[in-house]
């Protein structure tokens, strides 16, 4: 045999391993989603997880074997990725598994067969490793399929022994190796040298169970579980220095390059580690939208905004400044296509979110490049090698600046960042934030968490009673407990029962009165902590006291709003996976008693006429006067059944189920009206996006619109009489005003422009002569930025060759600068975004721009005298 064996493309690769396996009695299975049902790992990280429940016994097998090509991401190693000839993110990983079926003997003959016979590797080629206390293993390798024992090798635990957590199903592993220079014999073999070796098939033998004591005993049922990365394969077969210039990866670097007018094989080693970091990571964004992962700020969202952000980044580094992964994307898409149909399936979704995010990040890499530029330069100038983790914070809290990206462009100019430093002031935020929005609730916590083995949980009523009669449990003034508390004093009540709602799931607590003998105390606001319900309000009449048997009434009109604007939510809901997308989730949600707000996963803002007919749909429902059915029941029959749930909530073995049969059901715990009738009217105020690729509704419904329109009625009546014309005449004279405005305000710039020209010409006189070189700075009183900057610009075409800096106050605490260099200037070496730059700091504040003109501002206006003598100064040395 060979040891070069013929070229095969990536997609042969594929289907050759696939076909060798099904001939062998193998159920080709598809490839699982980038989304794993194991709750333990945010994405599907190796070929096997798919069938994990298998292997730990969780799960009959429906196939004695199996084979797939499974898509994978790891992003652990992810600084790696362009730097290595293997690392990637994205990666496609070929199996084959026997669940109680064939074991150790079959595997490896199998294992040798396609390597030698189907892929054509030569027998001179291959090193095999074996886990060192698996003498079968190494039998089976040297005796039945003929290795000279020299080219195995036996390997410590860390490499060759699988294990699936602390205690469960493990075994040893037996890998094969493909040798890149076998002439080189086999003395000190040593499979760690990358340059020689590269490691294509594992093969894992499941036959033990470890306990807790960490014994070993063998499984009744010995399972297989192999893995041979794509990628890799196709390097080999291929015959290229690296898994990125295969056809796998390869189109898709050529796509940026030529995006970039940059030849790959030309380029330096920099420009290469960027191309294949693009090449990469498009693979693994395009196939995680495909796989309906949402970009955001958390969990695997989060893995998806990172990995489009380094495309973005990567592609600055090589020159690329606009939009440009979309173009990058339709060739992924083109690869993946024949094994992956869902990519051209979902191609408006997948060029949708790439486009979003790219453009968000581009206006965030602008802002933050400018003040990080700013930052490293102070560093280096102070002689420092590390940037603050208090700087590293600022970017990634006021700009939005990931911390791994201020790290990569840090280490380009050679520096740290203080990541201890910056976790020290992301937890000052955390506690914060804490206690800002959660000391009450915290103070009364723990004195609920004191009292809890005294008390008994709260029982609600609220579904069927408005009305109840209780015990006062817990008696709170200013979270501290007391026995009793007189009129006027604010409280916090627990009782052993109660008829009011607890805010919970996005609806706000219910209103009411307290009342017994001779006390009243008015509830404004009910929460839940732990298994209490905390009745918030003051007392208005006598004295309360722990143990008192008191009356606890809701206030019906504010639940009857509570109720209309909840079923609400859940029909709008309904409407929205009817109207726009099936694939629509809810992102959170507001009910209160005078509006709701909905928020929802969209990549996109809905349009005027979207609006409008979810608007008229739920109305329809409206009148349409669904009975609501409330069950409850287990939660797999619940989701069978097809409830709508939460994502990301947490649910017990039983959940309550709200259903409108043939409109709306989903798993709720709230209030809702037993009839869609009773909501009576819908009405959208407004839809708005709240955050990337989360969109926000706010309505009303029941008596709350008639409130709105009410309000809107008066806004129009004011607005008629003062412009006196008819309320349907008000756009037409609201356009006629503005458009005068406009004009008006053309005129005044226009005005303002030619003063400053008037007031700058008389300047030429005050220039100064630098050798070759005229130089002109002063100050311009009252003068606007962009007026500033046309008489700085007029006046260095009069100049000629030479510099102008000018200063102005426009308004109180504002300074304006600006400065227009000639090309001649510039050859000195002198940049006028850089010298203005250091120029506004004096002014307390900064600015940049192009080589030869640039705009600056500041806020101390008392330091523009000294900033432009600074300027002057600076100016006569840079060019004397």
């Known amino acids: ?85 293997r690392h990637h993110t994205f990666f496609e990983m070929l199996g084959n598994f026997s669940f109680g079926d064939y074991f150790k003997e079959q595997a490896i003959a199998w294992g040798w067969e396609i390597s030698t016979q189907v892929f054509g590797f030569s027998p001179n080629n291959l090193v095999v490793s074996v886990f ?12 039945q399929i003929g290795v000279p024992a020299a ?27 493909y040798d890149f220079h076998p002439e080189r014999g086999d003395d000190n073999i040593d499979l760690e040298d990358d340059s020689r070796f590269i490691e294509f098939y ?44 295969t056809d796998l990866i390869f189109p898709i670097i050529q796509t940026a390059a030529q995006i970039a007018g940059i030849d790959y094989h030309k380029s330096d080693e920099k420009t290469k580690i960027s191309l294949k970091v693009i090449g990469d990571h498009v693979r693994a964004v395009v196939h995680m939208i495909a796989d309906e992962i949402r970009a955001s700020n958390v969990g695997r969202g989060y893995i998806l905004r990172r990995l489009i952000r380094r495309v973005v980044r990567h592609g600055r580094l090589i020159g690329i400044s606009g939009e440009f ?103 000052k935020q955390v506690e914060r934030a804490k206690a800002a929005h ?33 015990k006062v449990e817990v008696l709170l003034v200013a979270g501290v407990a007391q026995e009793e508390a007189e009129a006027g004093t604010d409280v916090q009540i627990v009782l052993d029962k109660t008829p009011f709602y607890a805010e919970s799931g996005g609806q706000i607590g219910d209103r009411g009165y307290i009342s017994g003998d001779g006390v009243v105390v008015r509830v404004d606001d009910v929460k839940k902590e732990s298994d209490f319900f905390v009745h918030f309000g003051r007392i208005e009449r006598g004295t309360i006291r722990v143990g008192d048997t008191v009356t606890a009434q ?26 726009v997308d099936e694939g629509i989730s809810q992102a959170g949600s507001l009910v209160s008693f005078d509006r709701l707000r909905f928020d929802f996963n969209c990549p996109r803002a809905l349009t005027a006429e979207e609006v409008q007919q979810i608007e008229e749909q739920v109305n329809s429902w409206i009148a349409e006067a669904h009975s609501a059915k409330v069950e409850i029941l287990p939660l797999a029959e619940a989701k069978a059944r097809g409830a709508v749930a939460m994502f990301g909530e947490k649910y017990g073995d039983e959940v309550r189920v709200i259903d409108f049969p043939s409109v709306s059901m989903e798993l709720c715990g709230g209030t809702h009206v037993n009839n869609t009738a009773e909501i009576g009217v819908f009405k959208i105020i407004s839809e708005a996006g709240v955050a990337s690729g989360v969109r926000r509704i706010e309505a009303v419904s029941g008596p709350a619109v008639l409130d709105y329109l009410n309000l809107r009625d008066k806004v129009v009546k004011d607005l008629s009489d003062r412009f006196k014309v008819k309320p349907e005449e008000l756009p037409e004279r609201i ?107 004096i002014c307390g504040g900064g600015g940049g721009g192009r080589p030869n003109l640039a705009q600056a501002g500041g806020r101390d206006a008392s330091k523009l005298p000294e900033a432009l003598t600074q300027a002057l100064t600076d100016l006569k040395a840079g060019l004397g």
């Open 132 to 143: 060192e206390e698996d003498d079968e293993a190494f039998a089976i390798w040297r005796d």
């Open 325 to 427: 992964i979309t173009q990058v994307a339709e060739t992924a898409i083109a690869l993946s296509e024949s094994a992956y149909p869902n990519v051209r399936q979902r191609e408006a979704a997948i060029k949708a979110e790439l486009q979003r995010e790219e453009a968000n990040f581009l206006r965030t890499l602008d802002r933050g490049e400018k003040l990080l530029e700013e930052i490293i330069q102070q560093v280096k100038q102070q002689g420092k090698t590390e940037i603050s983790g208090e700087s590293a914070f600022t970017l990634y809290d006021t700009y939005g600046f990931p911390l791994e990206l201020t790290q990569e462009i840090a280490e380009e100019q050679g520096l740290e960042v203080d990541v201890e430093g910056f976790n020290v002031e992301m937890q």
């Open 554 to 579: 809701i206030d019906r009109a504010c639940r009857r709003r509570l109720q209309a604007n909840h079923t609400a939510t859940h029909l709008l809901q309904a409407a929205l996976k009817k109207i």
């Open 735 to 841: 356009t006629t005003l503005q458009n005068e405005l406009r004009t008006s305000q053309k005129q005044l710039d226009t005005l303002k422009g030619q003063l400053a020209i008037a007031k700058s010409d008389s300047l030429l006189q005050t220039a100064e002569s630098v050798g070759d070189y005229k130089i002109l700075v002063a100050q311009l009183d009252d003068v606007d930025p962009e007026s500033l900057k046309t008489a700085a610009e007029r006046l260095l075409q009069k100049l000629g060759n030479g510099a102008v800096v000018l200063g102005s106050v426009p308004e109180v605490d504002k300074v304006s600068l600006v400065t227009a260099f000639s090309a001649e200037v510039n050859k000195k070496g002198l940049q006028a975004g850089k010298f203005i730059g250091a120029i506004a700091k």
């Open 1 to 85: 045999m060979s040891s070069n064996p013929q070229y095969i493309s990536g997609n042969e690769i594929r289907t050759l391993f696939l076909n060798f396996f099904a001939e062998r009695g193998h159920q080709i299975l598809p490839s699982a989603s980038l989304v794993p049902e194991d709750p333990t790992v945010l994405l599907t990280i190796a070929g096997m997880l798919p069938f994990k429940p298998i292997f730990l016994g969780q799960r009959t097998p429906e196939f004695k074997r199996a084979t797939t090509s499974q898509k994978c991401i790891r992003t652990n190693d992810i600084e790696n990725v362009g730097r290595t000839k």
């Open 438 to 470: 959660e000391t009450i609730d915290l103070t009364v916590q723990g004195s609920l968490d004191k009292l809890a083995e005294h008390i008994h949980a709260t029982e609600f009523l609220g579904y069927t009673q408005p009305a109840a009669t209780g």
């Open 202 to 245: 594992n093969l894992v033998f499941m036959q033990y169970n470890r306990d807790a004591e960490g014994n070993l005993t063998p499984l009744q049922n010995k399972n297989i579980d192999t893995g041979m990365g794509l990628e890799r394969m196709a390097q080999i077969l291929q015959k290229v220095p690296n898994n990125y210039e």
């Open 151 to 177: 080219r195995i090798k036996r390997m410590g635990a860390d490499d060759n022994f699988w294990v699936s957590g602390p205690t469960g199903p493990c075994g040893p592993c037996s890998e094969i190796y």
